[in-house]
């Protein structure tokens, strides 16, 4: 029988990992599918980090000059080599996160998406032209490349947020320095051996132009304090941002924070139940409840409360969970022993506060090392205790409202401010919920769940979820810099605001 270490060390060699990268070193890292071990990385040092920023300082000096359109190709071939590698990374994916095989190949998909999105944008990165108060004169703004582009990912999208972070600080005219979660180190160096095959046939590109860092959250941390990275873009927990956050400030560094979320759907009395039911399931116990957009609160109007809960219990207690390579299961394993504790203590705090609890208990698929649970539905008398917090775990919290204008602001009540969605047919409550009056969040959806987003529009959310933006609509502009030119092609020289400084 081929263990999944072996099929991950099959495709990391086909995609041209060196095994030196992933064999005999001190960082074990683990499949959730079985928990077995599926590789010993050797992590980075203080000094092998510095030697790593340094080059890529040295990269972006090179990279910068080229132009947009021609790192566009770069980003094309990237692409183009990502098709090709969609099957192998997709079960990488699904090795390394435990994702289902058509979310491992979805996640592929995206970062191809983005590449597409990125090579157009590398012919459209535009600056404005202003009249200027001053005759003779003309005024415009031109964005130039940043510098060195740090990006820390989460384990839960191990490969798309580096796309998208990647293809769009590529065309950005920026070097690449990555620290993946440490859960998920191998998607990343098979990433970074994709890309490099792209770079060969591209030919132009300088050698450190990307980097994979391998290690915790110290190398984490030492990126985030180094003046040679100018961005920061830190995808994970509340908890790590309010720690990268702060420190890059501290250096007058730029960030990008992609946080925690705590979503939640409003499900109105015109809704389409069918809809909202298919809706909510995928997004509450899809990616086993791990993805920052899972759906995570649900207050469902009392009118329609009876007629939808009962068919939300019967999806909850039959919805499939098996080993993602090897079943077609919609729900596949926890990351660790650690999330399924986390899980269970939300849940008792929520049994406490008078919750009723439905599932979440552990399912044995094969190994005793792996974690995997019956998504859990919970019926709240009220937001309080677990519900206000993200447990990042299948567990959906469901509570009945009555008035309108109370759901919003019980909606709007938590700290993330991430992801949001409203199921209703009535034009007035789809436009107030999408009205400043409305959802607080970076995301707010009708008659779609609160998960799944496509690259064109811009990523992210408000309040603790950190206010990055990342992938489509005009997020780029995080990854470069402004500069506003005047320029004086007039024989005189007028000052702005009629201000007089004349010298002899
Ligand atoms: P995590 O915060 O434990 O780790 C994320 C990354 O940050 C890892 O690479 C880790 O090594 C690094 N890190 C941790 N502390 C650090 C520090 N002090 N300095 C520098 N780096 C540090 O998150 P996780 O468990 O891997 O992922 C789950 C979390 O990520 C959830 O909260 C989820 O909502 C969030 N998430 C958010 C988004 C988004 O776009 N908003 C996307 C995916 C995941």
Not at 228 to 249: E, N
Not at 256 to 269: D, M, S
Request: charged content about 20%; overall charge negative; some cysteine.
């Amino acid at each position: 029988m081929t263990t999944i270490a072996a099929r991950a060390t099959d495709i990391l060699a086909r995609l041209g990992v060196d095994p030196a990268r992933h064999t005999g070193g001190s960082m074990a890292s683990f499949s959730p599918v079985t928990g077995e071990q599926v590789a010993a990385l050797t992590p980075d040092s203080a000094a092998t980090t510095d030697a790593a920023i340094a080059r890529a300082g040295a990269a972006f000096l090179d990279w910068r000059l080229l132009p947009g359109p021609r790192r566009g190709e770069l980003v094309r071939l990237l692409g183009e080599e990502l098709r090709g590698a969609k099957p192998d990374l997709g079960t990488l994916v699904s090795i390394e996160a435990g994702k289902s095989t058509s979310e491992g190949l979805g996640e592929v998909q995206e970062m191809i998406d983005i590449c597409d999105f990125a090579v157009g944008l590398s012919r459209q990165l535009y600056g404005l032209t202003m009249t200027t108060e001053r005759p003779g004169h003309r005024m415009m703004e031109t964005w130039h490349p940043l510098g060195v582009v740090g990006i820390i990912s989460a384990f839960n999208f191990p490969v798309a947020v580096w796309s998208w972070n990647a293809a769009i600080a590529l065309v950005c005219g920026n070097a690449l320095l990555w620290k993946p979660s440490e859960k998920t180190p191998l998607t990343a160096l098979a990433c970074q051996a994709v890309l490099a095959r792209a770079m060969a046939r591209f030919g132009e590109a300088p050698a450190h132009l990307s980097q994979v860092l391998i290690g915790r959250a110290d190398v984490g941390a030492a990126l985030v304090a180094h003046r040679g990275v100018a961005l920061i873009s830190a995808t994970g927990s509340t908890r790590m941002g309010r720690q990268v956050g702060p420190a890059v400030a501290a250096r007058f560094g730029r960030s990008i924070l992609e946080l925690g979320g705590n979503n939640a759907g409003i499900v109105c009395p015109s809704a389409d139940l069918d809809m909202a039911l298919r809706a909510i399931a995928f997004g509450a116990m899809g990616t086993a409840g791990q993805r920052c957009t899972t759906m995570r609160r649900l207050f469902v109007h009392e009118s329609v409360h009876d007629a939808l809960l009962p068919r939300l219990r019967r999806a909850y207690a039959s919805v499939s969970i098996g080993n993602p390579l090897e079943t077609q299961a919609l729900v596949g394993p926890l990351i660790d022993g650690a999330a399924f504790a986390a899980m269970q203590a939300a849940l008792e705090a929520a049994r406490a506060a008078g919750g009723t609890v439905q599932g979440g208990e552990r399912v044995m698929v094969g190994s005793d090392a792996a974690y995997y649970a019956r998504p859990a539905l919970v019926e709240m008398p009220a937001q309080v205790g677990p519900v206000l917090e993200e447990t990042f775990a299948p567990i959906l919290y469901v509570m009945k409202y009555s008035d309108f204008e109370d759901v919003l602001q019980k909606h709007n009540e938590v700290g993330a401010g991430l992801s949001s969605s409203i199921f209703t047919t009535d034009l007035r409550e789809m436009e107030i919920f999408l009205s400043a009056a409305g959802s607080d969040c970076g995301i707010a959806n009708v008659n779609i769940g609160t998960s799944g987003s496509e690259v064109g529009g811009a990523f992210g959310g408000e309040k603790e979820t950190g206010g990055g933006r990342e992938s489509g609509s005009d997020a780029w502009k995080a990854y470069m810099r402004r500069a506003t030119n005047t320029i004086n092609y007039s024989g005189a020289l007028p000052l702005a605001q009629g201000v007089v400084f004349d010298i002899e």
